[in-house]
């Protein structure tokens, strides 16, 4: 059975607000499953006692003292923008979300 | 449909998320300042703007500031949790995620007490964790020039990554009528207490603490109704009308045997109701995992010892002991604590004035101007010091109550301390003896029929004398010393 169905990439397109065409969701869907049919092998060593591991090295605590380091000038800060207005970036207005 | 009517048939339950904008120097997980009013995207960096390969640090007075507000609402610190992704395509985070926490936050399993109409009543509280607060969008275009209209959004990310704490209480039944009431109540307490801690300004009109009002209703002895949530309540009186707008409007559609459907609704501030806001056709899926880039955090129960020990005393707890300690009513430390006077007042009686004195300026003069000007107490151009040093000044006789005010006027207006202003002005009480024997021998000699009468011990009529007195000395004397001057020299 297929890990991941056409309908599932369909969705994870629409909250990635990713246009998707009907071809492109089969083989998507396709090269999907195939990468989590082989992430899915690790379930079958992982055994009760092993944890989830969500970082490699076992560090914790890692932290920074409160003090200010130099920011990117605007120019700086907009020089990558597609496009910008007064010193803001200017992004197409997203439908369908809040005010 | 009255409000007590509707109360009789239906019970609300309430629960409330709150958010505070940290009062840290620089953003949660990079060295970017936080000054509120900078020009748009000039405290923005490769972290914040999610440029490729940049790597967040975690601000470690972000951590322990979540940590003392957790341990401040009696929760319990997590020996070791994770930041977690929560993903979402919207242009105010630039990274298409925020980094918060999911399922392990840093601080669960607490409680408030808060006090309303005498009666205590205690909020759960569920859960505080850390996250980072979102850019700034502005929608602009469109032929109506209205948000709904927008045809792009203009974003600063200057507010993208500064520290936001999210405080959620446990669903509060039982509270029936006063819902609103200790909804309220609530908020001002954990404002309170957060202030105490020193941590953020709390400034529900500046953003940096807003409120989300979940409310749902159902018939006595059945399960809890559909709950929605309130966003946009930004005052403490708004979280009252919101509370109490929800229970009508949903009881209006329970009434007609209609079905409360969980949707996000937005506050009115002019009509005092609630709005539709996003539908929730599309059903949220934030799809969280642990945040890889950020190590997990396991605070030093040594360190979280240490933070306990050095918690504020609860802000309710001080008023109380103030309260006596100052000899004030319950009316009126009410009304200092939401004047924010009461730290100001502390610190003017500890620079050496009397409580009655300190009180008498911040809850007087200064509220006034406050007021006037819409600021708070505490930006209205005196310092405690400054207070305790006038009003010294007026214990000892060197100003009078007129005086006063003028030199606190001159204080406020950045002349300096009372004393500098009180010379600079001119405004200090005449004491030299030699001037005022001279000021009153001068309205003796003016008014002889009033002199021969209190000379005859028709010692009343003194007072029209010590008003021809103050006229000379432009109200720069001491009205007591004027009247004892001229009851000397009268021999009366």
Redesign the interface.
């Known amino acids: 059975m297929a890990a991941i169905s056409r309908e599932e990439v369909a ?1 994870l397109a ?4 990713l246009a998707v065409t009907e071809e492109e969701l089969d083989r998507f869907a396709g090269q999907l499953d195939v990468i989590l049919q082989s992430v899915a092998r690790v379930g079958e060593v992982a055994a009760e006692e092993i944890p989830p591991t ?2 490699s ?1 076992p ?16 120019d700086e ?2 020089s ?1 923008a597609p496009d910008a ?10 439908l369908d ?3 | 449909m009255s409000y007590e009517e509707i109360l009789t048939r239906y019970e609300p339950v309430i629960g409330l998320e709150t958010h505070v904008e940290l009062g ?3 953003k949660m997980f ?4 936080t000054d509120f009013g900078a ?8 972290v914040c ?1 999610a ?1 490729p390969g940049a790597l967040p ?7 322990e500031a979540t940590i003392r507000i957790g341990l401040a609402l009696n929760c319990d610190i997590a020996e ?1 949790c ?1 930041m977690a992704r929560k ?5 105010d985070m630039p990274k298409n995620f925020q980094t918060s926490q999911y399922d392990e936050p840093l601080c669960t399993d607490g409680y408030v007490d808060v006090t309303v109409d005498g009666k205590e009543y205690r909020i759960g509280i569920e859960r505080v964790h850390l996250e980072e607060d979102t850019g700034k969008t ?2 602009v ?1 469109g032929a109506t020039g209205r ?2 209209g ?8 200057n507010r993208a990554g500064i520290p936001l704490v999210e405080i959620v209480t446990k669903p509060v039944p039982g509270l029936g009528e006063l819902a609103p009431e200790v909804a309220k109540a609530y908020v001002a307490e954990l404002r309170d207490i957060i202030r105490s801690l020193g941590v953020s300004d709390v400034r529900m009109e500046q953003g940096s603490l807003r409120c989300d009002v979940n409310t749902s209703l159902n018939r006595p002895g059945e399960e809890w109704g559909t709950r929605t949530e309130t966003k946009n309540v930004n005052s403490l009186r708004s979280v009252e009308r919101a509370v109490r707008s929800e229970i009508i409007r949903q009881s209006g559609i329970l009434d007609e045997g209609g079905k409360i459907f969980q949707e ?1 609704r ?1 506050f009115q501030e002019t009509t005092g109701d609630t709005r539709p ?2 539908s929730k056709e ?1 059903a949220t ?1 934030y ?1 969280y ?2 945040e ?1 880039d ?7 129960p040594a360190w979280v010892a240490e933070l306990r020990a050095g918690l504020p005393e609860r802000p309710s707890a001080k008023r109380a002991r103030l309260r006596l300690e100052w000899g004030m009513s319950e009316l009126d430390m009410q009304s200092a604590a939401n004047a924010g006077a009461v730290e100001l007042i502390e610190e003017t009686i500890a620079a050496g004035a009397s409580p009655a004195g300190a009180r008498k300026w911040w809850l007087g003069e200064l509220a006034r101007r406050a007021n006037e000007q819409s600021i708070d107490l505490a930006e209205v151009g005196a310092t405690p010091a400054q207070v305790a040093a006038l009003q010294k000044l007026v214990d000892e006789g060197k100003l009078n109550d007129k005086l006063a005010r003028a030199v606190l006027e001159g204080v406020v207006a950045g002349e300096g301390d009372p004393a500098a202003v009180m010379a600079a002005r001119g405004l200090e009480v005449v004491n030299d003896t030699g001037a005022l024997t001279a000021a009153v021998d001068e309205a003796i000699a003016a008014n002889p029929d009033i002199a021969a009468k209190i000379r005859d011990g028709k010692v009343a009529a003194a007072g029209a004398l010590v008003g021809a007195v103050m006229k000379t000395t432009r109200g720069q004397a001491d009205a007591k010393a004027v009247r004892d001057l001229i009851l000397a020299r009268l021999g009366a």
Do not use: M
């Open positions: 969705h629409r909250l990635s607000r969500s970082h090295v560090l914790t605590n890692v932290y920074r003292d409160d003090v200010p380091t130099p920011s990117l000038t605007q800060a907009l990558g207005y007064e010193g803001r970036f200017r992004v197409p207005r997203i979300e809040e005010d | 840290t120097r620089t990079c060295g970017c300042k020009e748009p995207n000039t405290q923005v960096c490769p703007l440029l640090v975690a601000n470690r007075a972000g951590i070791w994770r993903n979402y395509f919207y242009p502005l929608h275009g948000i709904h927008a045809t792009e959004s203009l974003v600063d990310y996000t937005h806001g996003r599309t899926d799809r995992f642990p890889p950020l190590v997990p955090i396991a605070p030093d």
